[in-house]
């Protein structure tokens, strides 16, 4: 049994994909992360450490057994940790995919990132996501090349219902934590994708992902941008896919 488990924010939506997974036989889990959406943010407060224990305590409760953990943006990044500091993990999975993510230094090789992420932690993006041309303009720069005004319209929405001031802490380990240098300990069977003209996780991080994960096979979608679950939606269900069953023991 394949087990895809979706671990985000807001960026993950999983709608785009859960009937196409459902469809292949596949059992499905998602949740909201901490101070995400319906979740609380917990007396361990929103960080690395407690999301990354987030991750191993669902699966661990959900008995997930030859499974395959995928994390969207800052999904992946705390994916990542989980696997280096819960090795553990590596046991209950046969697959990880790191979809438009990376492994910290957020800012590294990313003007846009630079630009936004000052505004964001300012409180100024989101009065400029309100209004009729911000919303538009920063909707499009999560976008590929030829982004839709539904995708727009709705990315605007989830952007403007989640409070991001408390998830601020999680932002900063983003910029200031690195574990590109840990990547050799993963030793799950990984695939990374990246839409080339992704602004907010250029292509050079999931290059550096692919060569620092052992085997890892780098999947780069033309023209999509950040939001690969609904640019690329069977991209990412063939990613998931692409992970051989183990041997029934």
Known sequence: MLEPFGTSGPELDIRCQWDKLL?????????DP??????TIGS???????MAA??????????????????HSTGGFIAIRALVEHPELTGWLRGLVLCASWAGRILDGAPQNRLQIPLLQSGVLQQLMRTRTGGVL??????????????????KTMSLQQNHRPLLPILRAAMRED??????EITVPTVV?????????PSSHARRLAAGVPGARLVTVPDAG???NWEAPDALVNAIGSFEKRPAA
């Not at 901490?34 to 979740?39: D, K, L, N």
């Not at 994708?193 to 996780?201: C, E, F, K, L, P």
């Open 34 to 39: 901490r101070g995400h959406r319906r979740s």
């Open 193 to 201: 994708m990246v839409g080339s003209a992704d602004r907010t996780t």
């Open 44 to 50: 361990a407060g929103i960080g690395s450490e407690s």
């Open 179 to 184: 574990r590109y240098p840990r990547l050799t």
């Open 23 to 31: 469809d292949h036989g596949h059992r499905v889990i998602a949740f």
């Open 138 to 155: 920063l909707g499009a720069s999560f976008c590929g090349k030829h982004p839709s005004s539904a995708m727009i319209a709705v990315g």
């Open 226 to 228: 950040h939001l690969l």
């Open 54 to 71: 987030d991750d191993a305590a669902v699966l661990e409760h959900f008995d997930v057994r030859d499974g395959v953990l995928v994390g």
